[in-house]
């Protein structure tokens, strides 16, 4: 099975693949009450939510890089469904924050999630408030590598790649179907209070990113601060940074046994790295598979 240590259930009409904590949770997170002035990271898991959460947080925070420092990024911006999906007993402590006590942070709040759109809080899906929301999209191969290494990182995976990629095409895996993730906030591309960035944009000129994600939220910064940011956002920068590195997650899941691997979660960041890591046979598959699920849609992702 995928999850030794927790198990899914599936949710709703698309099958959502959800932790099995998921249902006894719903309803509080459905009538979670949104402020207008928070801001949302969304996207599915592994497709540079932290990387966006540690850009959008600075932006928000008037680059405060020392209290940056300070908190790591779970702290920072707090994942809606962090507390009560994941068995963070073992692997966060006290780290995270519940559900309950993200009411009382200090505004604007900065939140991030891999829900779908329609498992989000109702105030959004009705639209009674509009909280800005910035969407990461990324190719469905390199993030199914990515969470392959994920998975041996904090949920005990000990399955084959080859395996693991069967179930993400299935939509079997955290958060999945995929696509259905994803296009649920396609769909939503009209309003004017979402924002898409992907992967490759990040990688191909994080300062054109940076500018655009700072004048969605409305701030203005110079070009000096903007390349200091750009520097800091860096991969080799990011990977030495105890605040984004999840370095403490990682030494706790060695410790108690969940980790099978000791792969880095800022591993490899690379853009097409699936050419190299899947057989010919599994890249049709996916070919395949997108052309499917992309038909009428005019999304794309390199
Ligand atoms: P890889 O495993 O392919 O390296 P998420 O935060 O959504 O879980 O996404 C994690 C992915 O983002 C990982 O991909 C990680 O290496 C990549 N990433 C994080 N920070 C990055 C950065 N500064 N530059 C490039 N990639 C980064």
């Known amino acids: 099975t995928f999850s030794a240590r927790t198990g899914y259930v599936e949710v709703g009409k698309d099958n959502f693949c959800l932790p099995v904590y998921y249902e006894q949770n719903a309803e509080q997170v459905n009538n979670f009450e949104i402020h207008e002035d928070d801001v949302f990271i969304c996207g599915h898991p592994k497709t540079g939510t932290t990387w ?11 680059l405060n890089y020392e209290e ?29 924050t519940s559900l ?75 958060f999945g179907p995929f696509w259905k993730q994803v296009l649920s906030f396609w769909e939503q591309r009209e309003r004017e209070n979402i924002l898409f960035i992907t992967f490759k944009e990040m990688k191909d000129d994080l300062l054109a990113v940076i500018r655009k994600v700072s004048s ?33 997650v990682i030494e706790e899941n060695i410790k108690s046994g969940i980790a099978t691997s000791t792969d880095p979660f800022i591993r490899s960041g690379q853009v ?19 052309r499917e699920n992309l038909i009428g849609t005019g999304l794309t992702l390199e």
Not at 52 to 58: A, D, H, N, P, R
Request: aromatic share 10%; glycine share 2%.
């Open 52 to 62: 966006c959460s540690e850009m959008v947080w600075l932006l928000v925070n008037n």
């Open 216 to 248: 969605f939220l409305g701030k203005t910064y110079t070009e000096e601060e903007i390349e200091k940011l750009a520097e800091h956002l860096s991969f080799q920068s990011m990977k030495k940074n105890p605040s984004v590195n999840l370095e403490k």
């Open 100 to 174: 309950e006590s993200m009411r009382e942070i200090k505004r604007p709040r900065c939140i991030k999630t891999h829900f779908h759109w329609s498992l989000l809080p109702k105030q959004i899906q009705n639209g009674t408030k509009k909280p800005k929301m910035i969407l990461t999209l990324r190719n469905p191969q390199d993030s199914c590598i990515s969470l392959y290494h994920h998975s041996q990182m904090v949920e005990n995976y000990s399955g084959t790649f080859e395996e693991f990629c069967t179930l993400f095409l299935a939509g079997r895996v955290c």
């Open 272 to 290: 097409g790295a699936f050419k190299s890591k899947m057989s010919p046979d599994m890249i049709k598959k996916f070919e395949e598979w997108n």
């Open 68 to 96: 940056a420092k300070k908190q790591v990024i779970h702290k920072r911006v707090f994942q809606i469904e962090l507390s009560f999906l994941f068995n963070t007993e073992v692997y966060l402590k006290d780290e995270v």
